[in-house]
């Protein structure tokens, strides 16, 4: 097996690495795949309370296109990874967005979705093995991992409109 200066590290990365890829691309995948499948009366339903379907497939893409711009700000900066934010200020962001979010047309939100979702995964599949792990070992893998946000509303929308 290939090795790198700390062992079998560089294997167990890499795997790591295709497990987080393959995740981003399956909750793409799912988020695209349920937003064909709604009708627009579906998705602008109430499911939780005051969220729509489409509310959260906007909310999905707003922040999926904020990790991205996040890492764009890292890179002119010369940064190695995005700085954090305080869950206190995304709560806000929520917050102050909700109305916008709710208010964007359901087929452009999940156009928007699923534009975002592809932008960002392209993005994420070329960032290096030693930064993925930085992110990982500093609980931050959500600044690669967009599955773990993805499915969360996966399972909202899933639940209020199971296949039939």
């Known amino acids: 097996l290939p090795t790198g200066p700390s062992g079998t590290r560089v294997c167990s990365v890499r795997a790591m690495n295709e497990g987080v890829d393959r995740r981003n691309r399956d909750s793409a995948e799912r988020l695209a795949a349920l937003g064909a499948r709604l009708s627009d009366r579906d998705l602008e339903a109430e499911i ?16 999926d296109r904020f990790v991205l711009e996040r ?54 599949a070329g960032i290096d093995d030693d930064a993925r792990a930085e992110l990982a070992s500093e609980a931050r893998e959500r600044l690669v991992d967009r599955s773990l946000h993805r499915e969360e509303h996966l399972r909202t929308i899933e639940a209020a409109f199971p296949a039939g």
């Open 48 to 63: 939780d309370a005051p969220w729509s379907a489409a509310g959260l497939f906007a909310h999905i893409a707003f922040w």
């Open 71 to 124: 890492w764009g700000l890292a890179a002119e900066r010369g940064e190695r990874t995005p700085m954090a934010v305080d869950d206190g200020v995304m709560d806000r962001i929520n917050d102050a967005s909700l109305r916008q979010w709710m208010s964007i047309p359901p087929r452009v939100a999940v156009e928007e979705c699923a534009a975002a979702a592809a932008e960002l995964d392209a993005f994420v």
